[in-house]
């Protein structure tokens, strides 16, 4: 299985994005999907899981300004981002839950004050 990450960039303070995180392999039902994130000198926290049938988790930080989602039929889990604040930049991580856990490559995420 693989994963590949998409959609970060630099935004302004207050901007959107939205994170791709598409999945490929020999895959027959990809149970929890989630997205991580990693800032500069810090430990790797999650930001947002959903589970198959759509059940939602979100970091305290971020809830109400991110939304996750996914596509069961392209195996793909996505994250918007709204009124993102400098804080949110970092690399994204994507992960899903597949026999084992796998990871995408990261995406980084700039936001500017």
């Known amino acids: 299985v693989q994963l590949q990450a998409s959609g970060g960039g630099l935004v302004q303070a207050g901007g959107s994005l939205r994170l791709s995180c598409a999945a490929s392999?020999?895959?027959?039902?990809?149970?929890?999907m989630a997205w991580y994130r990693q800032a500069p000198g810090k430990q790797r926290e999650m930001v947002a899981s959903i589970s198959r049938s759509g059940s939602q988790r979100y970091v305290f930080s971020v809830k109400d300004r991110f939304t996750i989602s996914r596509d069961n039929g392209r195996n793909t889990a996505y994250l918007q981002m709204r009124s993102l604040k400098p804080e949110d930049t970092a690399v994204y991580y994507c992960?899903?839950?597949?026999?084992?856990?796998?990871w995408g490559q990261g995406t980084l995420v700039t936001v500017s004050s």
């Open positions: 992960n899903a839950a597949y026999m084992a856990i796998y």
């Open positions: 392999g020999r895959i027959v039902s990809i149970s929890d």
